[in-house]
């Protein structure tokens, strides 16, 4: 049997961002805040949670960051066709889940940012949990 760890790729819709994880992702969430909401277009986003060492770029050319003025983690993005690729916080990268190619091997676990949650859709009755704000920290 072949229990070596699958390739877990990715990558933006142009191809010009492709990307590789040297882990499976320990957790990911959804996020309701504003700017997740203004960025993606849509009510919220999935995320996966990555340490920056596990994720690699084949070229970094066309990733292109927004920071926030004042606080919050670093949107990046492809600077061709616009797709988000991942958010940048110290070692922390959280990275789409739908950019993965294939099955990311991680399911959300929990719904942060509700207190900013979209008025047009309602929130999952999914049974994860939620938080107002952003996830506790250790999480
Ligand atoms: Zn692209
Ligand atoms: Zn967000």
Redesign the pocket.
Known sequence: MDDRPKSLTGG??????RFILRRPPRQALYCHCKRCQRRSGAAASASAIVDAADVAFEDET?LRRWQPPDDGAAKVF?D??G?QIMSVDDDVRAIRLGVFDDDPEVRPALRQWLASAACWEPVPDDGLPIHDRGRPSGE
């Open positions: 933006c819709n142009c191809g010009a961002v066309h492809c061709v066709c797709s």
